[in-house]
């Protein structure tokens, strides 16, 4: 018979679902907390008959049930037929013998004595939204922060935030981009620095200690269930998480009944406009914090791109823009539409001056290259769109290689231009829209900046 509770078990596990073959603790540890009543082992894929006897599976961690994703094998751990979820494969292999645990044993008291560093001022429009915020967690109630790429969103939320530490609640920040991740990690452990505060994505290893704040990329809330009193999805309409509906429904799972789940975007769908004012509210920023205008993009012509790539040779025009901002010491960002392609730049880029690197999602240098790029050890980098948002680096200069590319929609393009002009000390700079033929959501980004700089420009 038990006698004590391991509270390091319980402070890991408590919110949490986690595959049991794979948690930090001694089998003997967990079997006892089993027999105890403190852990509940839930089958990792459910299967049922419906439709005519036909087999249906449930996956208990991301709540896939999309049939095609699911595989059938005979597997050796359960000496039969088995079938496992491919949907979260990447978190671990979870089939029908997989067990997934779960506390249920005493409740995860947090503290409520917190301290707040940040010591910058809010405008008076960050902090009409903030307040507004705040209104909302007391109604429980969804909000959606809609304010430009610039307008200070993430210092929005510190006060809101301060006031659910001080409740005792737990948060979790989350966002589709393990780039917004790692921006928001020092920031967040600067503004509360007392706060326990675990930063969750792929590669990264999870705290033992309880986190009462959490930031983690939505594939990680398929790890959660009814762990947090408030949710905020920052960078709302970023793919994957508005293409994918298992993250959407992870991190419903993953907030408690009633928890108010928040959304942070300069870019919102008009989906999320509309569910926002039907079951929430919205708060509008169309103003940068320092008051100044959003970059309007120009379009460069650079007819036959590919064509001068392939032969190992740049467009002059990318020559010119590449070699001004070296003269000018200006950090730069050139996103391309397709991984291949850019590899193929990089090393042409490269005659210009050997510094130059690329990042893309599945790079192993990706941290590192950014890391550099901020410290001023690289001049600029080659990159996909996952930079797109999320990343802010003074004075940094952007343009966009085949911005006719169906990938740069309207929201991307807005985005990208947002990385310009963030900081106080250079509140403006260049964004280029190099193109083979103008698309419509390169006319329809600029109409946006423009419209949205005329609405700032009146407050």
Not at 172 to 195: H, M, N, S, Y
Request: with cysteine; charged share 25%; net charge positive.
């Amino acid at each position: 018979m038990m006698k004590d509770t391991d509270f390091t078990l319980r402070d890991f596990l408590a919110g949490r679902i986690w595959h049991r073959e794979h948690i930090p603790f001694d089998t003997e540890i967990i079997d006892a907390h089993i027999k105890a009543g403190h852990i509940k082992v839930i089958s990792g894929v459910t299967k049922t008959s419906k439709y005519f006897q036909q087999t249906h599976y449930f996956c208990r961690r991301c709540e896939n049930e999309e049939q095609a994703r699911f595989t059938t094998f005979q597997c050796a751990k359960c000496d039969g037929p088995c079938a496992y979820c491919r949907q979260c494969l990447k978190m671990g292999r979870v089939s029908v013998c997989t067990e997934l645990i779960a506390w249920i044993g005493e409740d995860l008291v947090f503290a409520n004595d917190h301290q707040i560093a940040w010591q910058g001022n809010l405008t008076p429009l960050q902090k009409k939204a903030s307040a507004e915020l705040i209104e909302s967690n007391h109604q429980k109630k969804s909000h959606l922060i809609y304010a430009v790429c610039g307008a200070g969103k993430t210092e929005i939320l510190f006060e809101p935030i301060y006031e659910l530490l001080k409740d005792g609640k737990r948060i979790c920040l989350a966002a589709p981009r393990v780039d917004v991740i790692l921006e928001l990690e020092p920031r967040l452990k600067a503004a509360f620095p007392e706060t326990p505060i675990d930063a969750l994505y792929g590669g990264a290893k999870p705290s033992l200690a309880p986190a009462q704040l959490i930031l983690a990329t939505t594939h990680q809330l398929y790890r959660f269930q009814e762990a947090f009193d408030v949710i905020f999805v920052d960078e709302a309409d970023a793919f994957p998480y508005t293409a994918d509906g298992t993250l959407k429904r992870a991190v419903k799972k993953a907030a408690k009944k009633d928890a108010p789940i928040h959304f942070v975007t300069a870019t919102p769908s008009k989906q999320l406009i509309v569910e926002a004012n039907k079951q929430g509210a919205i708060s509008s920023i169309p103003r940068r914090f320092h008051g100044h205008p959003l970059p309007v993009p120009r379009y460069e012509s650079l007819w036959n791109y590919k064509q001068k790539f392939e032969k190992g040779k740049l467009p002059p025009k990318l020559v010119n823009w590449v070699r001004e901002r070296l003269d000018h010491q200006q950090p730069f960002l050139i996103f391309f539409h397709h991984i291949e392609l850019m590899e193929k730049a990089l090393p042409i880029f490269q005659t210009i001056d050997e510094r130059i690197q690329s990042v893309h999602a599945a790079h192993e240098n990706r941290k590192a290259h950014v890391l550099a790029l901020r410290n001023n050890e690289v001049p600029g980098l080659l990159t996909t769109t996952i930079l797109e948002r999320g990343i802010t680096i003074p004075n940094v200069q952007v343009a966009v290689v085949g911005a006719e590319q169906q990938i740069f929609t309207k929201g991307a393009l807005v985005q990208i231009g947002g990385r310009v002009g963030r900081a106080v000390t250079y509140p403006d700079g260049d964004f280029v829209l190099f193109h083979h033929g103008i698309s419509n959501a390169m006319d329809d980004a600029r109409k946006e900046i423009v419209n949205l700089n005329k609405k700032g420009g009146k407050l």
